[in-house]
Nanobody, 118 residues
Framework: VQLQASGGGLVQAGGSLRLSCAASGRTFSNYVMGWFRQAPGKEREFITTITWNLGSTYYADSVKGRFTISRDNAKNTVYLQMNNLKPEDTAVYYC????????????WGQGTLVTVSS
């Protein structure tokens, strides 16, 4: 399995960015995709998940109402639309995937840097 994250960049507070994560290497119908982020000097933080088959989503409180996860099954790509960005959203964002039955996230992308200026 390979995950390729893209779309990071520099944006002003209040702005928007859309991250993409292209997945390849297997059929993902029974998998879950997630986004995490890691700010400098901090631990990796969970953001959101989506199931590949039903599109069920779950969000951390810190991003609820501002971030939206979606997927395009035909393209094996998951998106993270980030609106009303804040300086505290500055981090490296990672996409990850695992079987819906697994407890641990097994596959990780390389990360994409999002910088929000005040």
């Amino acid at each position: 399995v390979q995950l390729q994250a893209s779309g990071g960049g520099l944006v002003q507070a209040g702005g928007s960015l859309r991250l993409s994560c292209a997945a390849s290497g297997r059929t993902f119908s029974n998998y879950v995709m997630g986004w995490f982020r890691q700010a400098p000097g901090k631990e990796r933080e969970f953001i959101t998940t989506i199931t590949w088959n039903l599109g069920s989503t779950y969000y951390a409180d810190s991003v609820k109402g501002r971030f939206t996860i979606s997927r395009d099954n035909a393209k094996n790509t998951v998106y993270l639309q980030m609106n009303n960005l804040k300086p505290e959203d500055t981090a490296v964002y990672y996409c990850t995937t695992k079987s819906s039955r697994a407890s641990n996230w097994r596959y990780w992308g390389q990360g994409t840097l999002v910088t929000v200026s005040s």
